[in-house]
Nanobody, 127 residues
Framework: QVQLVESGGGLVQPGGSLRLSCALSGGTAGIAGWFRQAPGKQREFVAAIRWFDAYMRHADAVKGRFTISRDRAKKTLYLQMNNLEPEDTAVYYC??????????????????????WGQGTQVTVSS
């Protein structure tokens, strides 16, 4: 059974940085992504990566500040978050699907296309 274990969340001041990790076990990833859910809001797409060639996609709200990456040998997904803003405060979830999609597919952003989810890690940006 696929398991995803996230780590790296915490409290950080505006302008600071955090790196989230998501360790994958029990299966393989075709696409891996990060989503987030702020209090009172729906869960939203943050970034996704195609595992075999590292094709990436980022939400407009985080472009230039966040970078998704993966280490194939360690089977670990990362989200480097720089220049954090209070609006980035949320629970961050990693998710994977064994399927791989074409570069132009809209499925990367669609949480319904992901089969396995981590438990979430809290990121709080506050002074």
């Amino acid at each position: 059974q696929v398991q995803l274990v996230e780590s790296g969340g915490g409290l950080v001041q505006p302008g600071g940085s955090l790196r989230l990790s998501c360790a994958l076990s029990g299966g393989t990833a075709g696409i891996a992504g990060w989503f987030r859910q702020a209090p009172g809001k729906q869960r939203e797409f943050v970034a996704a990566i195609r595992w075999f060639d590292a094709y990436m996609r980022h939400a407009d709200a985080v472009k230039g500040r966040f970078t998704i990456s993966r280490d194939r040998a360690k089977k670990t997904l990362y989200l480097q978050m720089n220049n954090l803003e209070p609006e980035d405060t949320a629970v961050y979830y990693c998710a994977v699907t064994p399927r791989a999609y074409n570069t132009g597919s809209s499925y990367y952003n669609d949480q319904l296309k992901y089969d396995y989810w981590g438990q979430g890690t809290q990121v709080t940006v506050s002074s």
